[in-house]
């Protein structure tokens, strides 16, 4: 199926410079855009592509320059990255519709109490315990396990080997992917006089609320006792874990391999980067910002903040700080220096106080 650049324009609410009728079939990265294609430019440190893909069509900002001559027809946006996503998106549902799978296959298990919703597709070897609810245009690929009690809402995809243990809700709109799995037992072992552990059952459950997107091989803990907590909108990476009782907030971003301790409350429209550590039993402010590798061993209270380093510090500190760390090679020089210096001096000093003695 080809579109005509003016088409897309309308679609995103863009405007066209260049040729308005050329058509494109496909989405590409600018830097192997070939004829036929479209792709966009947000980041700048991409600029040179512009001059030189054969992409037919290129989404660009409204206010974007050019240095210099462009072959490709332009259509000028207010946010590239964002109507690029919006055409990717459309583009994922039209490849998904035409493969579009209802119904159940076989072998499955799906015990007589469950309520399926309409339009449901539950794909073979899954297995859908008692009392599940599952809601309306819910796709449950291969080899997904739905343990006793557990809710999942409409219009969500659990991609192949998606463990959910009893008694976790889901929301409307989920996506989780392959081998997440949800509502395992949080890490609840009490010390023994003898030095053994005893187990502390987890009799909580994981809420996952709407918009929610979780990655490959994550694990959320269920809660000692209450919820471990999800919030609306929330994205996450592949690899990560989140402790029992941990509450991440709305609209919250954490990338892979970052682990949350139990008990602790990620504010907001937060951002955690890559194998971040995060103490157990803290409070993170609103729109808290974390840089990669990060160690956070304390609460934050001030909303809209950056941390980096480890243990974490103001980004400004951190800043100043790694100066200093990569200097340390020229200061260690400096001091020896300075000691050899000062060592001489005080021969020096040494010799004149005995010569002048013995002139005495």
Sequence with gaps: MQFTAKQISEFINGSVEGDAGVKVGE?????D??????????NPKYEGFLYSTKASVVIVGQDFVPSQPVQSTLIRV?????AFSLLLEKYNEAVNMAGARSGIEQPSFIHPSAKIGRNVYVAAFSYIAEDVEIGDNTKIEAQVYLGAGTTVGSDCILFPGVKVYNKCVIGDRVVLHSNTVIGSDGFGFAPQPDGTYSKIAQIGNVVIEDDVEI?????????????TFIRRGVKLDN????????DVGEHSVVAAQSGISGSTKLGEKSVVGGQVGIAGHLSLARRTQIGAQAGINFSIAEENKQWHGSPAQP???WMR???????LPAVEKRIGMLETRLAELRSLIEHNSTTQNNER
């Design 27 to 31: 989405l590409s990265k600018i830097e």
């Design 33 to 42: 855009g070939k004829e036929g294609s479209l792709c966009f430019l947000s």
């Design 78 to 82: 207010a946010d590239p990255y964002s």
């Design 215 to 227: 990655g490959a091989n994550t694990t959320i803990d269920r809660a000692t006792m209450g919820s």
């Design 239 to 246: 690899l990560i874990q989140i402790a029992h009782n941990v």
């Design 315 to 317: 980004l400004r500190d």
């Design 321 to 327: 700080a790694s100066v200093i760390f990569r200097q």
